[in-house]
């Protein structure tokens, strides 16, 4: 059973306009979420975290916000540029118990932005 | 810095051979991990390590062995190559703060 879900496998959005990516997770221990960026070829890399005390966190152009009660969280990114093109992938992880055991990840996104 | 070095990059087994991937890191980072990736799922842990002589089972660990003598490398170990070990390998390292999480570049693997 999938604890982290991304439903969309893929999002087109145009050029300078809003990205939404949104992720919704089963387990209620985790208490620590990342979204990861990843080009064809390359491993992923860190994107931005939140950390389940808080319900937004902000870097530049992407703000990731969590709604607790919903076990839901969303990626934005404004404005939307052609190299944000790529799958992005949302991970989770029970932080509290030591971490060490990895992160849990959803299916990803595929990004498509439009010029 | 070279960061985690993942070898080979592509390599075709026969069903029923063996391989080692290699994964190298760098950085003196404690954890370490092996995550698979098939089409359109996302990435499933295999096995870590948290540090040199420890090593842990994680999500689907079948068919795959793993060893950590140094705290650089993590070799994951495939016997008996079967079609459904078809995958991308992704090496992953850590000094052990959640966002801390460095990717190798990946290996992909297809057994025919």
């Known amino acids: 059973d999938q604890q982290v879900k991304q439903n969309s496998p893929s999002l087109s959005v145009q050029e300078g306009r809003i990205s939404i990516l949104n992720c919704d997770y089963t387990?209620?221990?985790?208490?620590?979420f990342l979204w990861y960026k990843k080009y064809p070829a390359e491993g992923p890399t860190f994107l931005i975290s939140?950390?389940?005390?808080?319900d937004k966190n902000e870097d530049g152009r992407f703000t990731v916000f969590l709604n607790k009660s919903a076990k839901h969280l969303s990626l934005h990114i404004v404005p939307s540029q052609p190299g944000d093109s790529a799958v992005y992938f949302c991970?989770?992880?029970?932080?509290?118990?030591?971490?060490?055991?990895?992160?849990?990840f959803g299916k990803g996104t595929h990004l498509i932005i439009q010029p | 810095n070279a960061g985690v070095t993942q070898t080979p990059k592509f390599r075709i087994l026969k069903i029923g051979q063996s391989m080692t991937l290699q994964c190298t890191q760098d950085?003196?980072?404690?954890?370490m991990y092996w995550y698979r990736q098939d089409p359109g799922m996302g990435l499933k842990l295999i096995y870590y390590s948290v540090g040199a002589g420890i090593t842990d089972k994680g999500e689907v660990p079948n068919g795959y062995n793993v060893s950590r003598s140094t705290t650089e490398d993590f070799p994951l170990r495939l016997e008996l190559a079967a079609p459904s070990q078809t995958s991308v390998y992704f090496c992953?390292?850590?000094?052990?703060?959640?966002?801390?999480?460095?990717f190798g570049s990946g290996t992909r693997l297809t057994v025919v």
């Open positions: 939140i950390s389940s005390i808080k």
């Open positions: 950085m003196n980072h404690n954890y």
């Open positions: 991970a989770a992880i029970i932080q509290s118990g030591g971490g060490a055991d990895g992160l849990t």
């Open positions: 992953a390292s850590t000094p052990g703060t959640v966002y801390g999480y460095t």
């Open positions: 387990n209620s221990m985790f208490d620590y």
